[in-house]
């Protein structure tokens, strides 16, 4: 846990950098997305999402899968960007992807908890959730799923600059197809079932019928899904750190 932590504490001070524009920005850049959203859709999100507030809509999705999406290329690229730390013996690759991870929950539950305090507070908007338990879960299971994912590309693929920019464009395909900026139901057939593929998709889905109680209820997103796959590729991820392990922590 020593290890942990302070590896915590570096990549914190390495994330943000020496000044406070750095802080600024992991804050803003989710509320942009919000607010320019917010403008596209202000004309049609009455009719979109009757009695869920669009604007408590969009931070249930944009922040997390923010989180998701900084989970994954954090604990892909973690051992690769400190080589240097792996000299010490305490410290091993797998400490890097844990701290790594814990920033990423810390900074972006805060970021959610702030917008949501404004929301609420400033705007009267019904910021607090109505099953707590339920969305918890279904951000445990983004979590988990994320830091699968990026411990598998981590240990099972080869780096590559083609590598790290493919795994982004796909990101980029998934910020559309993840339904962050609209609601599933409204996905005919038989696109929604190609959606519901998507665990992303299906996980703030999960968040959403949790925060809000009169959030419609489809067809076909259940937890089951979401958690067995990310179960099924931490086993994968930690079968290939195995076998790996003295690779990704050998030093220049």
């Known amino acids: 846990m ?35 959203l917010i403008f596209i859709f202000t004309f ?10 669009f604007e408590l809509f969009l931070i249930t999705g944009i922040v997390p899968f923010f989180l998701v999406r900084h989970i994954v290329f954090s604990v892909m690229d973690g051992a690769e960007a400190n080589k240097s730390l792996f000299f010490y013996k305490p410290v091993t690759p797998m400490h890097v992807y844990l701290s790594r991870v814990l920033l990423e929950v810390f900074i972006y539950s805060t970021i959610f908890f702030i917008m949501m305090f404004i929301a609420g507070w400033f705007f009267g908007l019904p910021a607090i959730p109505n099953d707590f338990l339920g969305a918890f879960l279904g951000f445990f299971i983004l979590v988990l799923l994320a830091f699968s994912l990026g411990l598998c590309l981590a240990t099972l693929i080869k780096k590559s600059k083609v590598y790290s920019t493919m795994v982004k464009n796909v990101f980029r395909f998934l910020y559309l197809g993840s339904g962050i900026m609209y609601p599933l139901w409204i996905i005919p057939e038989p696109y929604l079932t190609w959606i519901l593929y998507n665990p ?8 959403r019928r949790s925060y809000f109680k009169d959030y419609p209820v489809i067809d076909g997103v259940s937890l089951t899904y979401p958690l067995s796959l990310a179960v099924i590729l931490l086993f994968i991820g930690l079968w290939g750190y195995y076998h790996k392990r003295k690779e990704l922590g050998a030093s220049d």
Do not use: C, D
């Not at 049609?44 to 507030?53: A, D, E, G, T």
């Not at 992303?200 to 999960?206: C, K």
């Open 44 to 53: 049609i999100r009455s009719r979109m999402i009757p009695n869920v507030p």
């Open 200 to 207: 992303f998709a299906q996980g703030l889905e999960l968040i």
């Open 2 to 36: 020593n290890v942990i932590k302070a590896l915590f504490l570096r990549e914190l001070k390495t994330r943000f950098g020496e000044t406070r524009l750095g802080y600024f920005w992991v804050f803003f850049e989710p509320m942009l997305h919000v607010i320019m």
